[in-house]
């Protein structure tokens, strides 16, 4: 009698096996990327917080602002440098490593709630090439340490039944997700009320067990308590220093903020870089019958409980982080984007005869999100076009050094710190610098009145705005996206030069963004920190 073998795909690898073969897939796709310069919150935040670890041993940072965050990304970040060198290869190759670890635990998670090796291996695919996910890769941002943290910790909390050794290994998880971004307590507390509304349905003898589940997961608000007591004692805040806080949290409690943020979260989770193709193709998949395995058997789903706690997940996210966070950063929903894609590649498993092609449409979706901008407004780190934004001030930078190296340069952030701080990778030697917050006719405004203090300025576009972009809501959502998220219109380089007194003397761009440097005919200026607002 012939023997009857399992489809290869559906037979499961060891973890240990498929873990080199993802970090090497993550390597090699990003090997152009890894000697880049470090870019906008890398660069503001997270690399000298961990730099001035390495150098001093505290976890307050002192060359940037604190914000509170935790301390694990700067401990990893400087025990690589420390061992490696201090270099954007070895930090991008670190980012690698972490990275390939939270694949290895959406393969496992996949795994674990579908059953089936294809499914696992087509989630993890998809999650690796979703745009944000491919451009967070590298970057130095402590949302990939929380979402590799969140997810090992799903993998043992999302099965219907966790057992209580599965629970505590969640709480560990999550303990080290928190101690990576503070925001990361949202998924464990997301999970404590749906245990305690199964405590209160259960019967009598389940009920003290599943109450004592719920206490499991609370207990991730232990060290995260133990580091803002010690932020508060080194520094007097707890939550970060006051403008941070009041730009994240404090300010942003408005009913009408709250709702257009929820509905850009909405999109960020089932439309935005192509996700609206697999969640389409769901969608259209919903609306036939469930198909059988050879051996008669319904393809099996995602158990019921656990596509219960994704759901909520997701919806307490948008909420979440539509209440919190002063940007809508798409990165902050990491750990949520492989849990849509789970829940998509198992439907289209389910329903579907060709259920593998639907996998392989949206894979080409995403690798064309990863390198063509989308129709509208975006961060440039949600796809490659950070790198853009990088390579053009590269140049930028480069022309100051060439031709104007002694002047003071009049510019924005990020690119203030590009020119002041060697470490971020763009300059050898640090360059004076005047700030304002934009490239805006109003914040321009208060240069044109102090002429004499710069006698260069290193213009760029501050956000994704090109001229004609074909989805473009209105005036009235351009309002309140000025006034709640800060978006403005900066001024080009020409309308900047004429209203400057200046003159144009490289100009660059990209793919929708550009950068241009300007010279003044004046003696040099007196170097100052920045224009009062």
Known sequence: ?????????????????????????????????????????????????????????????????????????????????????????????????????????????????????????????????????????TMAHADLFAAAGTLWAL???????????????????????????????????????????????????????????????????????????????????????????????TSIFTPLRVLVAFAHRAVHLTVHMHLFVPVLCTIAAMLLDPRRDDDGDLRPRIPLPSQVKIYLLLLTNAVGFSLLGGALLTRYLLPMYPLVLLLAVSTFRRRVRYWQALCALSAVAFLLGIFINPPYRFAPEDNLAYRDVILLHQQAVRQIVLHAPDATVLTAWPASDELGKPEIGYIRKPVHTVTIDNFSAAALARAVAQPDSYSAALVFSTKYDPPRLPLHMGARYEASDEQYFGFHHDLSPTEIARMLGGKVTWHGERNGQWAAVLLFDRIRATPLQAYPK
């Open 155 to 249: 993998n043992f909390v999302l099965v219907p039944e966790p057992t209580r050794r599965q629970l505590w290994a969640g709480a560990g998880f999550f303990a080290l997700a928190v101690l990576a971004k503070e925001t990361a307590i949202l998924i464990p507390l997301t999970l404590v009320p749906y245990e305690a509304w199964r405590a209160a349905r259960g019967e009598a003898h389940q009920r003290l067990q599943r109450a004592q589940n719920a206490g499991v997961l609370l207990l991730p608000l232990l060290p995260l308590a133990l580091w803002y007591a010690y932020h508060r004692a080194r520094t007097g805040f707890i939550f970060g220093n006051p403008e941070y806080l009041r730009y994240n949290a």
């Open 1 to 137: 009698m012939p023997l009857k073998l399992e489809p290869p795909l559906d037979r499961p690898l060891p973890l240990w096996i498929v873990f080199p073969v993802i970090f090497i897939a993550v390597y090699l796709s990003h090997a152009t990327l890894l000697r880049l310069p470090y870019y906008w919150d890398e660069a503001g935040y997270y690399i000298p917080a961990a730099y001035d670890f390495l150098r001093t041993g505290s976890l307050i940072p002192s060359t940037t602002l604190s914000n509170a965050h935790p301390p694990l990304p700067s401990l990893y970040l400087a025990l690589w440098w420390k061992t490696s060198g201090f270099s954007p290869a070895v930090t991008r190759t670190a980012m690698c490593m972490v990275a390939a670890l939270a694949l290895l635990a959406v393969y496992g998670m996949a795994l674990r709630l579908n059953g089936r090796a294809s499914v696992a291996i087509w989630t993890t695919v998809l999650t690796g090439l979703y745009p944000v996910w491919f451009a967070q890769s």
